[in-house]
């Protein structure tokens, strides 16, 4: 989930404040940075039912938690989206919907809003329609538009989200100059993380040092123009800065997700991580995943950080970074995460970033998120 | 920070968007809003809670210092006021 902790300002005392629930992971787009599962097609026949939904919903309150989100995929294509809404607001949940805004009609937009929903973070990839349409792989930006139109209509706060790359880094100075003027309150630029599909696709996804140094200037430019009346969110991404990000505030920290499957994970990226037992609420009580469970024992608090965090003063400001990226880029989810520049591993990330910079390279097409499009035969069993 | 203080007869309320109750989880007042929450102290729960557009500045004030010990009156007025501007600063509140 890119919009990690900002704003958290009290610590979850054991508690899961933050539920993210993947409803589905069925989308009509095809991005090519989806963070979802490689075999994503294959948990369409296993998703969770209402009434499934509703326990999970039940349980985590009673854990404690407090903000969620409703993500996917698309959760819009759940048709009982509205239903789960209204359950969640009853019980006292913030509600949050991620969306594309695809399927977000005006029926169903007023539907959400009698059912209580708070907020809805509506992802727009660029200002220009062909280049939004080619880089999600279907005619989405009118529809995005739209969706933009109507949400900010009919009230809702809304957060703007560019995941951003490449392709589309130059285009942030009018994503911003076109929020302010429908008047979004929020923007959040989330430089793309590396998992899944865009791990696939990160050679041509990965924008230059330079790219991202003037993406910044354009952002702190239109901070001090906008001042108070947009907040915009913009950080510089882990691979050039040589710090780790305080992944998900910690392991089992203050994050629940559950996948549309049942399986309640620290993360959306648990999954990568070869080697952990899984377990889903469809078989296990959720007070006991959370709290008990192998899985969010694994890597909760600090004891069992590696050299050289644990000899390190930043161990508590960053929990030695994201699990999921030491296991992509090292082989063990249990090394320091190589966005550290005190990792021994943090050559693969600087190769990365110097392979970006090289003048003359050969350009691969990118890999667009859709069922087959990679053989997934190695991740079974 | 920048923001002027709000005079006394300014009636305050909460930033549309937010949500202020009580939480049995975390035994305190909650603010929660797009993309955050925050846990209140036991005094901010109490300003907040008046907070509802009708009360001024001064009302709650006055409503606070009836509840305490006349020695503390001067230090609830200065304690809400500081108060209230921050969460108006940080977008918490309104002035109505």
Request: aromatic share 8%; hydrophobic share 45%; with cysteine.
């Given at each position: 989930m890119p919009t990690e902790t900002h704003g958290i300002s009290l610590d979850g005392q054991g508690k899961p404040l933050w539920l993210s629930l993947e409803l589905t992971y069925r989308c009509p787009l095809k991005c090519t940075w989806c963070n979802n599962p490689l075999d994503f097609e294959d948990y369409a026949a296993k998703e969770l039912s209402t009434d499934e939904w509703k326990q999970v919903l039940r349980a985590a309150r009673e854990l404690g938690a407090l903000q969620l989100g409703f993500t996917g995929g698309e959760p819009m294509?759940?048709?009982?989206?509205?239903?789960?809404?209204?359950?969640?607001?009853?019980?006292?949940?913030?509600?949050?919907?991620i969306?594309?805004?695809?399927?977000?009609?005006?029926?169903?937009?007023?539907?959400?809003?009698?059912a209580g929903l708070k907020q809805i973070q509506l992802s727009l990839q660029s200002t220009r329609a062909d280049m939004t349409d080619a880089l999600v792989g279907a005619r989405a930006h009118a529809l995005?538009?739209?969706?933009?139109r109507l949400i900010k209509a009919h009230g809702f706060p809304m957060v703007l989200n560019m995941p951003v790359f490449r392709h589309n880094i130059a285009l942030i100075g009018e994503m911003i100059e076109w929020a302010a003027g429908l008047g979004v309150e929020y923007i959040e630029f989330a430089n793309i993380q590396y998992y899944n599909w865009a791990l696939l696709n990160r050679d041509e996804l990965m924008p230059t040092l330079e790219q991202v140094r003037e993406a910044e200037r354009v952002v702190n430019e239109w901070r001090a123009k906008l001042g108070k009346s947009m907040t915009i969110y913009f950080v510089i991404p882990d691979y050039y800065e040589g710090r780790p990000k305080a992944c998900m505030n910690g392991w089992g920290a203050i994050h629940l997700t559950v996948a549309p499957d049942g399986v309640a994970m620290p993360c959306q990226e648990a999954r990568v991580i070869p080697g952990l037992e899984f377990e889903s609420v469809r078989e296990r009580s959720l007070a006991w995943i959370w709290h008990e469970s192998p899985l969010f024992r694994k890597y909760r608090g600090l004891d069992w950080l590696p050299e050289p965090c644990v000899s390190c003063a930043e161990k508590e400001k960053d929990f030695g970074g994201c699990r999921c990226q030491a296991l992509l880029l090292t082989g063990n989810a249990a090394n320091t995460d190589p966005a550290c520049s005190r990792s021994p591993h943090h050559h693969v990330v600087q190769q990365a970033v110097a392979g970006v910079e090289a003048p003359l390279r050969f350009r691969k097409p990118l890999i667009?998120?859709?069922?087959?499009?990679v053989s997934t035969a190695f991740m079974e069993g | 920070m920048d923001t002027a203080p709000l005079p006394a007869d300014a009636r305050p309320r909460l930033s549309p968007h937010y949500v202020f109750r009580w939480e049995e989880s975390q035994s305190a007042f909650i603010?929660?809003?797009?993309?955050g929450l925050i846990k209140l102290n036991p005094s901010a729960g109490a300003i907040?809670?008046?907070?509802?557009?009708?009360?001024?500045?001064?009302?709650i004030v006055a409503d606070l210092q009836a509840a305490c010990p006349a020695a503390q009156a001067a230090e609830i007025a200065e304690g809400v006021r500081a108060f209230v501007d921050l969460a108006?600063?940080?977008?918490?509140?309104?002035?109505?």
């Amino acid at each position: 989930m890119p919009t990690e902790t900002h704003g958290i300002s009290l610590d979850g005392q054991g508690k899961p404040l933050w539920l993210s629930l993947e409803l589905t992971y069925r989308c009509p787009l095809k991005c090519t940075w989806c963070n979802n599962p490689l075999d994503f097609e294959d948990y369409a026949a296993k998703e969770l039912s209402t009434d499934e939904w509703k326990q999970v919903l039940r349980a985590a309150r009673e854990l404690g938690a407090l903000q969620l989100g409703f993500t996917g995929g698309e959760p819009m294509q759940r048709q009982d989206l509205e239903e789960l809404v209204a359950y969640a607001d009853g019980l006292g949940f913030y509600t949050n919907l991620i969306t594309s805004g695809i399927g977000l009609s005006e029926e169903r937009l007023l539907a959400l809003k009698a059912a209580g929903l708070k907020q809805i973070q509506l992802s727009l990839q660029s200002t220009r329609a062909d280049m939004t349409d080619a880089l999600v792989g279907a005619r989405a930006h009118a529809l995005k538009l739209e969706a933009a139109r109507l949400i900010k209509a009919h009230g809702f706060p809304m957060v703007l989200n560019m995941p951003v790359f490449r392709h589309n880094i130059a285009l942030i100075g009018e994503m911003i100059e076109w929020a302010a003027g429908l008047g979004v309150e929020y923007i959040e630029f989330a430089n793309i993380q590396y998992y899944n599909w865009a791990l696939l696709n990160r050679d041509e996804l990965m924008p230059t040092l330079e790219q991202v140094r003037e993406a910044e200037r354009v952002v702190n430019e239109w901070r001090a123009k906008l001042g108070k009346s947009m907040t915009i969110y913009f950080v510089i991404p882990d691979y050039y800065e040589g710090r780790p990000k305080a992944c998900m505030n910690g392991w089992g920290a203050i994050h629940l997700t559950v996948a549309p499957d049942g399986v309640a994970m620290p993360c959306q990226e648990a999954r990568v991580i070869p080697g952990l037992e899984f377990e889903s609420v469809r078989e296990r009580s959720l007070a006991w995943i959370w709290h008990e469970s192998p899985l969010f024992r694994k890597y909760r608090g600090l004891d069992w950080l590696p050299e050289p965090c644990v000899s390190c003063a930043e161990k508590e400001k960053d929990f030695g970074g994201c699990r999921c990226q030491a296991l992509l880029l090292t082989g063990n989810a249990a090394n320091t995460d190589p966005a550290c520049s005190r990792s021994p591993h943090h050559h693969v990330v600087q190769q990365a970033v110097a392979g970006v910079e090289a003048p003359l390279r050969f350009r691969k097409p990118l890999i667009k998120r859709a069922a087959g499009a990679v053989s997934t035969a190695f991740m079974e069993g | 920070m920048d923001t002027a203080p709000l005079p006394a007869d300014a009636r305050p309320r909460l930033s549309p968007h937010y949500v202020f109750r009580w939480e049995e989880s975390q035994s305190a007042f909650i603010l929660l809003y797009p993309e955050g929450l925050i846990k209140l102290n036991p005094s901010a729960g109490a300003i907040l809670a008046r907070c509802d557009g009708a009360r001024t500045v001064g009302t709650i004030v006055a409503d606070l210092q009836a509840a305490c010990p006349a020695a503390q009156a001067a230090e609830i007025a200065e304690g809400v006021r500081a108060f209230v501007d921050l969460a108006c600063d940080k977008g918490w509140l309104r002035a109505a």
